[in-house]
Nanobody, 121 residues
């Protein structure tokens, strides 16, 4: 019953910026980690960035120095600030969250519906 809603995707020119947002809602006891994945046409889904409840972060090598992930634990929200965008960043971006359910304290792993990011001139 944990659902994720993403927003902020769109079309930008190379070198431009976008900010993605993902809000988790539902029966949540705690969220251990939230992250962003992306999938380009003909490519496998890959991890872009992840942040834990302790706010430690991990980034794909291809986005280090350009993307920044952050979260608001109280609001169960994760943000991805994307700067200096390149055409190869074009993909559908998916939000992911995993943690403990608020109903029975079992584990959950939920995905958002995806938001399209297109970088083109």
């Amino acid at each position: 019953q944990v659902q994720l809603v993403e927003s902020g995707g769109g079309l930008v020119q190379p070198g431009g910026s976008l900010r993605l947002s993902c809000a988790a809602s539902g029966s949540i006891f705690s969220i251990n980690a939230m992250g962003w994945y992306r999938q380009a046409p003909g490519k496998q889904r890959e991890l872009v960035a992840v942040i834990t409840s302790g706010r430690s972060t991990n980034y794909a090598d291809s986005v280090k120095g350009r993307f920044t992930i952050s979260r608001d634990n109280a609001k169960n929200t994760v943000l991805l600030q994307m700067n200096s965008l390149k055409p190869e960043d074009t993909a559908v971006y998916y939000c992911n969250a995993e943690g403990r359910s608020g109903t029975y304290h079992g584990t959950f792993n939920s995905w958002g519906q995806g938001t399209q990011v297109t970088v083109s001139s």
